[in-house]
């Protein structure tokens, strides 16, 4: 079984950046897919990005293509999410999650796809 731990979040003023870290443990997830989901206060929880297990096809919200960037390193089982040019919508809190199925080479954005979570990492961003 995979553990997952979110790390980076914070506050940031509107423009700022972030990076956050999702670590890997229990289990090698070189072979699996990896998304960031996020859910605001009172909303449900999106897609904000993901990336196949290799690391050759990516997929992004149409809300941060451009300014987000997702990447993975599958020798330190980790994946990180750089945030630029932040806007206070996207404050909320972003979760790392792995995707259930091995060796899929399409990214998927409905979070059923996904069966392992991180506990989530707050990001605000203050106008």
């Known amino acids: 079984q995979v553990q997952l731990v979110e790390s980076g979040g914070g506050l940031v003023h509107t423009g700022g950046s972030l990076r956050l870290s999702c670590a890997a443990s229990g289990r090698t997830v070189s072979w699996y897919g990896m998304a960031w989901f996020r859910q605001a206060p009172g909303k449900e929880r999106e897609f904000v990005a993901g990336?196949?297990?290799?690391?050759?096809?990516?997929n992004y919200a149409n809300s941060v293509k451009g300014r987000f960037t997702i990447s993975r390193d599958n020798a330190k089982n980790t994946a990180w999410l750089q945030m630029d040019s932040l806007k206070p919508e996207d404050t909320a809190v972003y979760y790392c999650?792995?995707?259930?199925?091995?060796?899929?080479?399409?990214?998927?954005?409905?979070?059923?796809?996904?069966?392992?979570w991180g506990q989530g990492t707050q990001v605000t961003v203050s106008s």
């Open positions: 999650a792995v995707d259930s199925v091995a060796l899929r080479i399409v990214v998927h954005t409905d979070r059923r796809a996904y069966d392992a």
């Open positions: 990336i196949v297990w290799s690391g050759g096809t990516t």
